[in-house]
């Protein structure tokens, strides 16, 4: 009698979804009735009032219960007890489909309907459904317009918080102090949330994690960001352009491309940047900093996106195909230079006399003819220079003249720079780098040159046979050993 009894399920009309007892259909009952009790703090929708005062525990900012691993507190036994699975490591709930494993069965039952294409909680108003209670609630806020509460505000730009302690250390952003230092990197921060969410990085823990396909994170904040990927709520649109953004941090950065407003500038040499992250990867160039490794054969790179190009070097990848000859490249851009071969595009115009270019480097050659600037002219061979400086180097290559000399094997150049680049060979100093390939180079051009295996470009051919040449040194020998050209008749 007592195994029929444990065996009674008990179904609910609206969704399908069964319940193993009579109060637990009724508690369920009340997210299809409409008999719900909205959290004032965080807009969070409880179905019962004893459901609410727990949760206002949350809020309460009293927390008992603290582990003595990481120092982390918690209002309820309950949730300290899950927590210290993450440092036990216990997942003692296992999906029976895909093996993954987590830590509480709820968040097993959830990630269960990603298998079963199971979405029992559905929004009364659009219709919407969701795999999960929380995905409803979130989405829910779009409708109701109840947000967290926010009554304290900024005095000095304004912004709105929640608690009288979130606007003391939101303050500290202004007045850059940060009473929170870590030992172990001597990274500073303004709140005591902040500085703790970092310690879980070396500690490699991730105490957040999302109850639908089980990845975690390190704070509350990311895990927030990451649940859009399920609910697909995109909640704030540009007014200029129409892109939907899942936050607001990003619509705010995004608006950025049309005000034309960079309000990060570098110390250095003042170049301005949309963002904080955009400044640091640029300020890479001033310090030489280059975090990024290739375990293959060691060479470093100031961004993560430039190492993955570089690995397709070593893995032979080349993701981007030319659907005119089936030529593949490593990089989009050079896939994208490479087209203009067969289109014969040429996007850049000189607005003075109408000569077009395939890439922005060569009208930028070509403008200088019009500029004015190369008021200085060689009265052997007619050549112009932008000031008499360059003249006078120029004028050398006549003469024969090279008062620059190698003091380590006495070779002479007839300019510092000549001899500058020179001095690179002795030293290996090899300060440019193909961002394709991370092959090296000692001079600025060569790079240029370089890029050009890349790209399959081939600007120089020959007027006989239209032979087509990387290099104008190529082009120049073919014409002297296939045509007998002589360049100097």
């Known amino acids: 009698m007592g195994k029929q009894a444990e065996d009674t399920t008990y179904s609910c009309k609206e969704c399908s979804s069964s319940l193993s007892t009579m109060s637990g259909l009724k508690k369920h009952m009340r997210t299809h009735t409409g008999n719900k009790t909205y959290c004032e703090v965080c807009g969070a929708l409880l179905s019962t009032m004893s459901g609410l005062k727990k949760h206002m525990q949350l809020h309460s900012g009293n927390k008992p219960h603290s582990c003595k691993e990481c120092d982390l507190s918690f209002s309820r036994a309950a949730s300290l007890k899950l927590h210290m699975r993450i440092h036990t490591e216990e997942k003692p709930y296992s999906c029976e489909v895909c093996s993954k494993t987590f830590v509480t069965n709820d968040n097993l039952q959830v990630h269960r309907r990603i298998h079963t294409g199971e979405k029992p909680y559905s929004c009364q108003v659009c219709g919407n459904t969701f795999t999960s209670k929380s995905n409803l609630n979130t989405h829910m806020r779009t409708h109701t317009g109840v947000k967290r509460l926010k009554p304290h505000i900024c005095d000095v730009c304004g912004n709105s918080l929640s608690s009288k302690v ?130 293959v054969c060691g060479s470093a790179f100031r961004t993560s996106g430039s190492l ?29 230079i490479h087209i203009q071969t067969h289109t014969g595009e040429k996007p850049f115009s000189c607005e003075i006399c109408g000569s077009s270019f395939s890439r ?41 003249e090279k008062p620059y000399a190698c003091k380590v094997c006495h070779s002479a150049f007839n300019s ?71 360049k100097n008749v």
């Open 166 to 295: 979130n606007l003391k250390f939101h303050k500290m952003r202004h007045t850059g102090e940060k009473p929170f230092s870590c030992d172990v990197c001597k990274l500073a921060f303004s709140s005591k949330g902040g500085f703790t969410n970092h310690l879980l990085r070396h500690k490699g823990e991730k105490p957040h994690s999302c109850e639908v396909c089980g990845l975690g994170y390190y704070s509350k904040g990311g895990l927030r960001l990451h649940m859009y990927t399920h609910t697909g709520q995109k909640p704030y649109s540009c007014e200029v352009c129409g892109l939907p953004a899942a936050v607001k941090s990003v619509l705010k950065k995004h608006m950025r491309i049309h005000t034309g407003e960079k309000p990060h500038s570098c110390e250095v040499c003042g170049s301005l940047f949309l963002s904080k992250s955009d400044l640091k990867v640029h300020m890479r160039i001033h310090t030489g900093e280059k975090p990024f490794s290739c375990e």
């Open 308 to 336: 993955k190009i570089h690995m397709r070097r070593h893995t032979g990848e080349r993701p981007f195909s030319c659907e005119v000859c089936g030529s593949s490249f490593a990089v989009k851009v050079a896939l994208k």
């Open 360 to 400: 922005k480097y060569y009208l930028k050659q070509h403008m200088s003819k019009h500029s004015g600037e190369k008021r200085s002219f060689c009265d052997v061979c007619g050549s112009s220079f932008m000031n008499k400086y360059y003249l006078k180097t120029h004028m050398r290559s006549h003469t024969g």
């Open 416 to 486: 510092t720079s000549s001899l500058n680049v020179h001095m690179r060979k002795h030293t290996g100093e090899k300060p440019y780098s193909c961002e394709v390939c991370g092959t090296r180079f000692c001079e600025k051009a060569k790079v240029a040159i370089h890029m050009r295996i890349h790209t399959g470009e081939k600007p120089f051919s020959c007027e006989i046979c239209h032979s087509a040449y990387a290099t104008k040194s190529q082009a120049t020998r073919h014409k002297k050993l296939i045509h007998g050209f002589n």
